[in-house]
T-cell receptor, first 116, second 115 residues
Framework: AQKITQTQPGMFVQEKEAVTLDCTYDTSDPSYGLFWYKQPSSGEMIFLIYQGSYDQQNATEGRYSLNFQKARKSANLVISASQLGDSAMYFCAMSAIYNQGGKLIFGQGTELSVKP | DTGVSQDPRHKITKRGQNVTFRCDPI?????LYWYRQTLGQGPEFLTYFQNEAQLEKSRLLSDRFSAERPKGSFSTLEIQRTEQGDSAMYLC?????????????FGEGSRLTVL
């Protein structure tokens, strides 16, 4: 069975600094996708970044990058130059099949607070 | 706005009553998902449809829960004889079957409070 683990319930970061949110996963399938979503207090899940299990390079989207270490089964999210608007819950998630829409398994989330 | 829309956004009901939530996905998406999220937790998968066919149901989906997507477009999630433990945010998402990322697009959710 697939599982996502986020061990940091809460994190604080100073505005303009970088922060890393941890995510480890467990699966026996060779084909999978890894996602990060942001959930502000309004409740909507906002897609941030995706990494496929066969992708050779780490994914990047603007200030977001995914540090994918396949052997360690980790998919940490790095946010550079934090902004006050980055304060939110962040969820790591996994899909069963690379590049196919399918159900996502989510971790428990990390609450990020950005300090001015 | 062509995103996923959910209705109602908030519902307060008494224990034992039935409630129904509606989700309108992005029009070209053939997959539709329902998730439940309780306070402080990540979303938990409930069920998903490909077009009008319900392809998978979680064990979380008890007999009191039923979901439909009759014409492969909008979907409804009905909870019968609500219990206080049903209080949660119910999230709907949609996706294409095949895409570069398999990303799910979420609505803003329907928050249920059972008194």
């Amino acid at each position: 069975a697939q599982k996502i683990t986020q061990t940091q319930p809460g994190m604080f970061v100073q505005e303009k600094e970088a922060v890393t949110l941890d995510c480890t996963y467990d699966t026996s399938d060779p084909s999978y996708g890894l996602f990060w979503y942001k959930q502000p207090s309004s409740g909507e899940m906002i897609f941030l970044i995706y990494q496929g299990s066969y992708d050779q390079q780490n994914a990047t989207e603007g200030r977001y990058s995914l540090n994918f270490q396949k052997a360690r089964k980790s998919a940490n999210l790095v946010i550079s130059a934090s902004q006050l608007g980055d304060s939110a819950m962040y969820f790591c998630a996994m899909s069963a099949i690379y590049n196919q829409g399918g159900k996502l398994i989510f971790g428990q989330g990390t609450e990020l607070s950005v300090k001015p | 706005d062509t995103g996923v829309s959910q209705d109602p956004r908030h519902k307060i009901t008494k224990r034992g009553q039935n409630v129904t939530f509606r989700c309108d996905p992005i029009s070209e998406h053939n997959r539709l998902y329902w998730y439940r999220q309780t306070l402080g937790q990540g979303p938990e998968f409930l069920t998903y449809f490909q077009n009008e066919a319900q392809l998978e149901k979680s064990r979380l989906l008890s007999d009191r829960f039923s979901a439909e997507r009759p014409k492969g477009s909008f979907s409804t999630l009905e909870i019968q004889r609500t219990e206080q433990g049903d209080s949660a945010m119910y999230l709907c998402a949609s996706s294409l079957e095949w895409s570069a990322s398999g990303e799910l697009f979420f609505g803003e959710g329907s928050r249920l409070t059972v008194l």
